[in-house]
């Protein structure tokens, strides 16, 4: 699974998504999670309502997820349009994957009564 984390430095989910000027990628196969690259974009921390340019950016990389601290509501609408999903944590970047993906595969369980 590739996804994305708003992450100064690349260990910790730290960042607002309309603020994220550094991105990393990882890659998680049910094992290990690889940090892949750290991108730096131009997003200007005065300026609200630049989750265009990373949205755009999640798409030209096909990333589907993305680890965020906090996310606006346009922001928000703007990442649902573009099929991308947003979990919204702090801390441990490893911790927040891991609780995250327990959540999918207890999600996937069917409910037994």
Known sequence: MKFAVASSDGENIDLHFGKASSICI?????????????YE????EDKHHQGSIIVNFLNNHN???IFVLQIGFKSKIKVDDAGIKVVVDEGSIKEAVLKYVNHLK???KPIEF
Request: proline residues 0%; aromatic residues 14%.
């Open 26 to 38: 990882f890659d998680y196969d049910d094992e290990d999670i690889e940090l892949l690259d750290k």
């Open 41 to 44: 974009l131009d997003i200007d």
């Open 63 to 65: 990333i589907k997820t």
């Open 106 to 108: 207890f999600m996937e």
